[in-house]
């Protein structure tokens, strides 16, 4: 089907990125704040797991944008505020599942501890200990979480909201 086609769905790729990044997230989110509260010798797993699947994170994002820019998306029928509204939430969520894991990565790196993917594959560090910077990077990590947090519950209010009021095929197009 053609892109501008209202009955198009996503591409078998999409539909993979965005599952598997949806479920990362859903995993990495809550480990991230479990990370304060397990016992001290487990924390380094915590960490390992929370670095490791959100480094994960950021390349499948990367895929998924250079994805999106040749493959397009079906096109969207509905009223211009609805289009502009999921065309932003869109935006933002691409742009904070970005955000997230890259200042994640650098506040671990400001902090002292490069990331060694897994345990398997050690990351370069652009940083290097740098204790001036790296509060100011946890704080956007954690922020841009939060705001991630709104952006999908926005997101999944909307995706729900054309399954069950609508009863479009706005879900379907993604499964």
């Known amino acids: 089907m053609a892109p501008d086609d209202p009955d198009a769905s996503y591409g078998t790729l999409a539909k993979a ?5 949806a479920t990362l997230v859903l995993a990495i989110w ?13 924390a ?3 960490y390992m797991l929370h670095e490791g699947l959100g480094f ?4 499948l994002m990367l895929v998924r944008v250079g994805n999106k820019l040749i493959s397009g998306s079906p ?6 505020l609805e289009r502009f509204a999921a065309a932003a939430v ?5 742009l904070f599942l970005i955000i997230m894991p890259v200042s994640g990565f650098l506040a671990t790196n400001a902090h ?8 398997i594959l050690p990351i370069w560090s652009p940083l290097g200990k740098s204790p001036e910077i790296a509060g100011t990077l946890s704080a956007i990590h954690e922020w841009s979480a939060w705001i991630l947090l709104g952006l999908f519950l926005a997101h999944l209010g909307a995706a729900l909201f054309h399954h069950v009021v609508r009863r479009d095929r706005t879900l379907s197009r993604m499964i």
């Open 90 to 94: 869109h935006g933002l969520l691409y």
């Open 44 to 46: 380094p797993d915590f």
């Open 17 to 21: 990125l965005h599952w598997t990044i």
């Open 30 to 42: 809550p480990l991230g704040l479990m990370i304060g509260y397990v016992k001290s010798e487990f």
């Open 75 to 80: 096109h969207f029928e509905g009223p211009a």
């Open 112 to 119: 002292g501890f490069p990331l060694d993917w897994f345990g």
């Open 56 to 59: 994960l994170v950021l390349w």
